[in-house]
């Protein structure tokens, strides 16, 4: 499956349009990853734990995505966007969320 944040596909074109496709996933991060980044924060540098959950959760959100997409019969998704956000009462929790139109290209 194709996949772009673009509008179109340069070389290709679009045949026909299938509709909106979404993808959600909520993930939490647990206790001891919060702990390292913590660790990470105060003295600096990167945080590869909630790196690699951003990572995990953007790619189930597409995953989802492109399945929704797939089952309409598209074989590209133009315009996807993607946003994050915490939710949660201690803002534990990362959600991500995708969305684009499914299309059918040639």
Do not use: H
């Not at 399945?67 to 994050?84: K, P, T």
């Amino acid at each position: 499956m194709l996949m772009t944040t673009t509008p179109s596909v340069e070389g290709k074109r679009i045949v026909r349009y299938l509709g909106v496709v979404t993808g959600e996933t909520i993930i939490g991060a647990n206790v001891f990853r919060d702990f390292l980044a913590g660790v990470k924060d105060f003295f600096g540098g990167r945080s590869s734990a909630y790196e690699a959950v951003l990572r995990e959760a953007k790619d189930t959100a597409l995953e989802e995505m492109a399945r929704q997409a797939e089952a309409l019969g598209a074989n590209a998704v133009v315009g996807i966007d993607l946003d994050y956000e915490t939710v949660g009462g201690s803002g534990s929790m990362l959600m991500v969320t995708c969305s684009g139109t499914a299309v059918r290209v040639e």
